[in-house]
């Protein structure tokens, strides 16, 4: 990896005059030494995958645990019911995230992004972007090599991880590489793209993981429309002009102190905050092991 | 990390490190016995034994074993597919001293009769690596070409084993050597940039101070 920090990816478009995507895709040839266009066609895979990961929903299976299952159903005829108070576009981002999120703690495939616990945040934004706003393909992958990039630097200079840096590190990293593709993909620039990032995951920080049962179900799948939502507000705002006062990389750094200095019983231990409620701890008597 | 790794993988949920790691576990640990397995034990360490069950570790393992990949959606219903392919398992707890949290012991037995033991760990993020193979230090993530040679602590074994592959034009990746004590057994692990030869894994056999030799393809089924 070639970028140390979005600076640095905003830095090398600008001189070398291509976007920012590009910068991430021309890395990735470089350090699997593959072409462009078989690169291209990987990513194209995974939105693939995600989208066929949306269609497959039914509804009907329910977790090992039993915690989870069924509510994206609920949530799609809500919604198909123009009853959402959030409107269409962030009604439909709610009900694929927890389709998604649901689908993976059900053990159905999904695409892991950055993990298996996030999964929901990234397909919700943009399935839903390609459903209600543009549907060309190719600039949706493009979109996906930005969310990739910033997680890359997330990955990189703090975790995405949340045994080593809490929820934060998993559905805030997914919310940040979720608002930086929807800025790109409503034109924004490479520092409106940087401010996405920056607002969406300062909004979610200290976020602490505290699985019942330390099973990627509760509050997880939920925690995913959080960080769904969140990356389309943060776009939003920075599409309307407003701008992070800290920059992205600064947050990213913060994020990984918070986590360090996170104390364990709050890092996928299930030994403290929600998995140690008195409701939770009736809950996990019950899970098989 | 590369992009795939933060887009991606495709996988059968629920965890990357309890469920995608554990079923490439199984994968490799298949090809490592060379045959179909026909009996099983499996014995779970750590966090893989706390909270295996709940993210359904035991069929992610039980899958691999029967050569499943971490995005087959017969993933859940390993216990069933077994049980068509007449492959029995047995689970239990594993005794390890200082191992990583997710890990576990595998004892298989083959169609023909042969038995190997392996100890996988999963690594976050549906990484894993191989620990052990019988007890000899192994310690590799199964991305390459890998071969595990166990020989006698003697001088020139480890040139047999380069000049074998320099001859045939393949590039090592990454080469660890392990010894037990002084002059006893040692162990080589070579991850190489392509595929070594069937004939030349074979001559490898055949060498002085060769004890034996296990290889892991990335290619053929067996």
Redesign the interface.
């Known amino acids: 990896m070639i970028y140390k920090s979005l600076k640095e990816i905003c830095e090398m478009a600008l001189e070398g005059q291509i976007p920012f995507w590009k910068v991430i895709q021309r890395d990735d040839c470089t350090e699997r030494n593959v072409e462009e266009s078989e690169s291209f066609e990987q990513m194209r895979a995974m939105y693939r995958a995600m989208k066929h990961a949306d269609e497959a929903y039914t509804g009907t299976r329910k977790s090992t645990s039993g915690m989870v299952g069924g509510d994206g159903k609920r949530l799609e005829q809500y919604v198909a019911e123009g009853k959402a108070m959030s409107g269409p576009f962030v009604g439909k981002v709610m009900e694929r995230a927890v389709k998604m999120a649901e689908s993976n703690a059900c053990m159905r495939r999904i695409v892991a992004a950055p993990t298996a616990g996030s999964c929901g945040v990234l397909p919700a934004v943009l399935l839903t972007y390609a459903d209600q706003i543009d549907a060309d393909e190719d600039k949706i992958v493009e979109a996906l090599y930005t969310a990739a990039g910033i997680g890359q630097i997330i990955a990189h200079r703090a975790s995405i991880s949340g045994a080593s840096g809490g929820c934060q590190a998993e559905i805030g990293s997914a919310s940040a590489m979720a608002a930086g593709a929807l800025v790109h993909l409503q034109g924004g620039s490479n520092e409106e793209i940087c401010s996405g990032v920056a607002i969406s995951l300062k909004s979610l920080l200290g976020l602490t993981c505290d699985p019942i049962g330390g099973l990627v179900e509760v509050p997880c799948v939920k925690r995913n429309v959080i960080g769904a939502v969140n990356a389309v507000t943060a776009a939003d705002m920075v599409m309307a002009g407003v701008v992070s006062v800290i920059p992205a990389d600064e947050v990213i750094d913060v994020m990984g102190e918070i986590g360090n200095e996170m104390p364990k019983k709050y890092k996928e231990t299930a030994e403290g905050g929600l998995a140690t409620t008195p409701t939770a701890m009736e809950i996990a008597k019950k899970i098989p092991h | 990390?590369?992009?795939?790794d933060?887009?991606?993988?495709?996988?059968?949920?629920?965890?990357?490190s309890h469920?995608?790691g554990a079923v490439r576990i199984g994968f490799v640990s298949r090809k490592l016995l060379g045959e179909p397995v026909k009996s099983v034990r499996l014995l779970l360490y750590g966090?893989f034994l706390?909270?295996g069950?709940?993210?359904?570790t035991d069929?992610a393992l039980v899958a691999g074993l029967l050569g499943m990949q971490p995005?087959d959606?017969r993933?859940?219903f390993a216990f069933e597919e077994a049980k068509k392919a007449g492959m029995e398992f047995e689970f239990g707890e594993a005794n390890l001293k200082e191992a990583h949290p997710n890990s576990v012991v595998l004892l298989m037995t083959g169609e023909s009769g042969k038995k190997l033991e392996v100890i996988g760990a999963s690594l976050?993020?549906?990484r894993m690596k191989i620990c052990q193979i019988d007890g000899m230090e192994a310690n590799f993530c199964a991305e390459y070409p890998t071969l595990i040679v166990q020989n006698l602590d003697k001088p020139g074994c480890v040139a047999t084993v380069t000049t074998m592959l320099s001859d045939r034009g393949i590039n090592i990746a990454t080469l660890q050597l392990y010894r037990g004590s002084r002059g006893g057994d040692a162990v080589m692990v070579v991850e190489c940039d392509r595929e070594v030869p069937y004939g030349a894994i074979c001559w490898l056999r055949n060498q002085t101070g060769i004890k034996r030799v296990t290889y892991y393809s990335m290619e053929q089924e067996f």
């Open positions: 990390m590369n992009i795939f933060i887009v991606g993988p495709v996988m059968v949920g629920p965890s990357s469920t995608a966090s706390a909270t069950k709940g993210h359904g069929r995005d959606e993933v859940p976050g993020g549906g």
